[in-house]
């Protein structure tokens, strides 16, 4: 299964250590958790990050990083959105932050596919890296990234 995040260039190093989601609160998990959020196709991967843009501004120091998850060899649970509380797509929810924290610490898996907010019907993959089969993850070589400029708002007249 190949997973995608796009990230700015300069954390790209860090893209897969879990270290943001661990500095801040993410949908899936509290701050001081670390999980590494991606996506099951690149296009999802940037409306995920597009969602959390200033829409005036492209921004030009992105890069797409994908991953392959050796099938056999990475633990994968599905979480079933009608599992989910009635109101899982509310902002900050804070249920689905603890079965997050609570998958991690559980070490049941080392992939978790979730529901996207972003786009009905489409999944995410949140990782462990803690988890002792993080490390048969395949990450590939970061390539650039760039939105098409027309989806940013102008300022020019």
């Known amino acids: 299964m190949q997973v995608w995040r796009i990230s700015k260039e300069l954390y790209r190093d860090a893209a897969f250590t879990g270290e943001g989601a661990r500095l801040y609160a993410g949908r899936w998990n509290p701050s001081g958790v670390r999980m590494v959020y991606t996506s099951t196709s690149l296009?999802?991967?940037?409306?995920?990050?597009?969602?959390?843009?200033?829409?005036?501004?492209a921004p030009d120091?992105?890069?797409?990083?994908?991953?392959?998850?050796?099938?056999?060899?990475?633990?994968?649970?599905?979480?079933?959105?009608?599992?989910?509380?009635?109101?899982?797509?509310?902002?900050?929810?804070?249920?689905?932050?603890?079965?997050?924290?609570?998958?991690?610490?559980?070490g049941r898996s080392c992939a978790l596919q979730v529901p996207s907010l972003?786009?009905?019907?489409?999944?995410?993959m949140l990782l462990n890296p803690v988890?002792?089969?993080?490390?048969?993850?395949?990450?590939?070589?970061?390539?650039p990234f760039h939105f098409d400029e027309r989806m940013f708002k102008s300022t020019r007249p």
Do not use: C, Y
Request: negative net charge; without cysteine.
């Open 131 to 143: 988890h002792a089969e993080f490390a048969k993850i395949i990450l590939h070589q970061p390539k």
């Open 61 to 106: 120091d992105l890069v797409s990083i994908s991953a392959t998850l050796p099938p056999g060899e990475i633990s994968v649970e599905v979480i079933d959105p009608e599992q989910l509380p009635a109101d899982w797509r509310a902002m900050e929810h804070a249920g689905l932050r603890e079965l997050g924290a609570a998958w991690v610490r559980s």
């Open 43 to 57: 296009a999802l991967a940037a409306v995920e990050l597009f969602v959390h843009l200033d829409p005036s501004e």
């Open 118 to 124: 972003a786009v009905e019907g489409e999944w995410n």
